[in-house]
């Protein structure tokens, strides 16, 4: 069918047409169908949006459409049903509780990243894999078809050494501390890394504070070939870009079934051969109990060892912040302090723990102390203002002119005690409220450690925000919840929250 | 934060609003995220979608939204970020694996209907009830709301009779028998059906060649207080509109968890206090087995009870089409000739089954008998006119003036022998290669039945169509695949078809 083009002002994330419900009826096209548009020679597979309301004579067309075709609005083409790709039937045969060969799932992997399947068809894909996991050999495939349908770094170094964390626990700036203590002796690290999704700060928003983190794959290699190293963020670099679309899709649905390839994908495109897995383990985070981070680290290890990568996961502590720090800026001062004064301990001893465990992966003895050594001489300190400098940030940078959010709230202690309990969650959510990581000076700062004594009037935490409004919003909620808990040992108080039954709607049918 | 209004020229199916990336970035919001659209003291919940190459003084905002607020291409409206609905919970704990409450059903289906949810929000939550099935409270939940969420039909009369086919036998013209006959003798039977979604004719196709079928819930209730009945398209009515929602997600992925609750919201809408239940059970259907079809009528028995509804399911033989017509026109001249002449007897013999289970369900005894004393004497017959009268088509239509496809395409057989396989998906697809059921005149008319005796040279089935280029198509088809086998018992060709192993792609991760 011959239809005008109304090219729509924007790119769609995959190629989308919009048919009003009549001429989609006479094209035989439902919602979800693909139609093939054809201009000039050159031909697209879009999928079809059936919208009311639009223009019997014409198909709306996004900009990215347009441009592969060379279209302008008004331009002439020509519509028709075709069928669906290969991959929409790998994914109802997933949904029939099957089992993928390779060919299938890189065919999956290969549309999405080509933008050839609809959220619709994607979420549904991400659902059957959360309820029905993969194989091992499906994980493998997965893997493999994420790292070859994008970018990779390529360094002519071995071995190249990498850190990477399951995250969930606040404040958790250690590869600020890792990647200048591996470099510094010698090893190379090109760590890549994320911006915050649903924490206070990434690892690519603590290192934005101190220098430019958005890099080309030209620059990294550049930059790693001069120090050793890199702190960047891994976003826009297309190292397994299937990775973000799918992130996309589980974003709204709060689930995560792929991280096994999404993060050995982003490791083996930047050629890591010796990795770290940091298990983050403890009541906040995503791993609660020692026995789970031991069950998750098996099937990293099978995957890793499918691909040749020397892979040693560690689960650590992770019951309450590590250091006191939470958000962008807050986070960058204490990582230089912890480089020049060896402080706070809990980063410290963190750092040097998965620093230490990387070096024995490649023969170096007493890798903690290894670790702890480049700490004390400022071999660290010094490799970590090399790589700010490489990457265009200010070498010289002190800890007390990194700029903090203006105003502050503090929480005090309202008794004498012990501090008995941390909310991990509460404190990231406090963080955020107070605008991080957008706003890079805002975040929280916790005065006080597990089991620490405090006396009344003692500071507890301080939350600093650009915003007036957005303080206010956190003092609400500190009325309400109290992320730190003080006690004495008798006095403690054991009830934490009192959990509210929420009776039933009852429905009755009207007749 | 204010922006300015880019209306985009069509209605998307829930509010949406387009923002370009960095837009996005200032607001805090990410893709499937919720916006509050503010203008003139009005306010929508809007889905984000974040575009590459937006405007970024602008938001866009499609026709409903724009509608809903009064705004005009370029009024400045304020954009802020807001939590999700109630229902995006529900549906992650869902994900979870966790059972659903009456009121959280509720919120998802009041929420699906208000186009509140995206579609990949929606086909997650289908895909988890098709892993995690629903308990039978669940299953009543969720049709209640269906139901509530809907518009009625609220006839004076008790009892009203209905029927339903869960499908997927060709040819299957039994409902314009059954509520003919059920309507001589004076009972009510409230007929909405649907059209062919994956078929070559729905109910409502082969009606439509009668009379029209698109009618208003007003119009509907004049024609069954007039005539007992009606037999028209339940699409338009806004008759438990969550399904029509629903099956938009479900026809891509090709899967149908709510099957249950969308039956039965339906003919609760309607009023049904008397339904049966046909189970078609065969090789070429969706129920392949009779203790398949017994488990399936077990599940609706105990929803239907939980509604104090009457339900009887019968499962009848399904190897084969119902009599010989496929396609709309086709399958109207059929019944009109069965109604007459009593013929294709396993087209009679079905409905007569059907009706009578209806007559005996409200006591009427002898219910197969009555059933064909009411076709035998004409009745059925001239009730059938009426109910086309009344619907506004023409009462003395015959079958011969039924327009067909006027070209024809016609297999012959190549041997003597019996039928002894008829590949009921096959055909289905021939009927819609040939056009139906856009093309009402196109369909297959299959002119022998399972173990008849042939010789070669008789026709086996005529394609018919009113174009060429689609009855090439067929032609093409035919010559690999054949629909109708023939032989004899000694020299039957037991091999059906050669399965080729596929083998998968290898896989080399390039180093």
New interface residues.
């Given amino acids: 069918m011959k239809l005008k083009t109304?090219i729509?002002?924007?790119?769609?994330a995959h190629y989308t047409v919009?048919l009003?419900q009549s001429v989609a009826?006479?094209l035989?096209v439902?919602?979800?169908?693909r139609v093939l548009v054809r201009f000039n020679g050159k031909t697209v597979v879009a999928i079809a949006n059936i919208?009311?309301?639009?223009?019997h004579e014409h198909v709306?067309v996004y900009?990215n459409i347009a441009k592969a075709l060379g279209i302008s609005d008004g331009d002439e083409v020509e519509v028709e049903a075709t069928s669906?790709p290969a991959s929409?039937q790998a994914?109802?045969k997933k949904?029939q509780g099957l089992s993928l060969?390779?060919?299938e799932i890189?065919q999956v992997v290969k549309d999405i990243v080509d933008g050839k399947l609809?959220?619709?068809?994607?979420?549904?894909f991400?659902?059957?894999v959360?309820?029905?996991g993969m194989t091992p050999s499906e994980i493998y495939?997965f893997t493999?078809?994420m790292?070859?349908t994008g970018q990779r770094l390529r360094l002519k170094r071995k071995p190249i050494l990498d850190k990477h964390s399951l995250g969930g626990v606040p404040g958790d700036k250690t590869s600020l501390l890792v990647v200048p203590i591996i470099a510094s002796l010698g090893f190379t690290i090109p760590k890549t890394s994320s911006r915050a999704i649903t924490s206070a700060a990434g690892t690519a928003d603590r290192m934005e504070v101190l220098a430019p983190v958005n890099l080309s794959i030209d620059e990294i290699e550049r930059i790693v070939e001069k120090t050793n190293a890199c702190l960047v963020w891994g976003g826009a670099l297309n190292l397994a870009p299937a990775d973000d679309i799918i992130i996309?899709?589980e974003?709204?649905?709060?689930?995560d079934p792929f991280y096994i390839p999404s993060i050995l994908a982003k490791k083996?495109a930047v050629g890591s051969t010796h990795v770290v897995l940091d298990v983050p383990t403890g009541r906040g985070t995503k791993v609660k109990t020692l026995e789970e981070a031991k069950r998750i680290s098996q099937s990293f290890f099978e995957i890793a060892r499918m691909?040749g990568m020397n892979l040693q996961a560690v689960a650590t502590y992770a019951e309450e912040p590590i250091g006191h720090a939470i958000g962008p800026a807050l986070e960058a001062r204490e990582a230089l302090i912890a480089l020049r004064e060896l402080r706070p301990g809990d980063l410290v001893d963190k750092a040097a723990s998965l620093a230490g465990t990387l070096l024995e992966m490649v023969g170096v003895e007493n890798g903690y102390e290894t670790a702890m050594e480049a700490l004390r001489t400022g071999k660290a300190e010094k490799k970590l203002r090399e790589i700010i400098e490489a990457q265009g940030g200010d070498p010289d940078v002190t800890p007390e002119e990194i700029p903090l959010g203006d105003k502050t709230y503090t929480l005090y202690s309202e008794e004498d005690g012990f501090v008995y309990y941390i909310d991990n969650s509460l404190l990231a959510n406090i963080g955020k409220i107070a605008g991080a990581p957008?706003d890079k000076g805002a975040g929280v700062y916790i005065h006080v450690k597990l089991g620490e004594k405090v006396r009344k009037g003692d500071p507890l935490l301080t939350v600093y925000s650009s915003s007036s409004a957005k303080l206010q919003a956190v003092e609400r909620i500190l009325e309400d919840s109290k992320p730190v808990l003080v006690g004495r040992t008798a006095g403690r108080r054991m009830l934490l929250e009192r959990i509210q039954y929420?009776p039933?709607?009852?429905?009755v049918?009207?007749r």
Same sequence: chains 1, 2.
């Fill in positions: 109304r729509l002002p924007f790119e769609s919009v009003d009826k006479k035989d439902r919602p979800s169908d919208a009311k309301e639009f223009s709306g900009v669906p929409l994914i109802r949904l060969e390779s060919d890189y609809s959220e619709l068809e994607l979420a549904a991400v659902t059957a959360h309820f029905q495939s493999l078809s790292v070859e996309r899709v974003y709204p649905l709060g689930i083996l691909f957008i929420q039933p709607r009852q429905l049918l009207e």
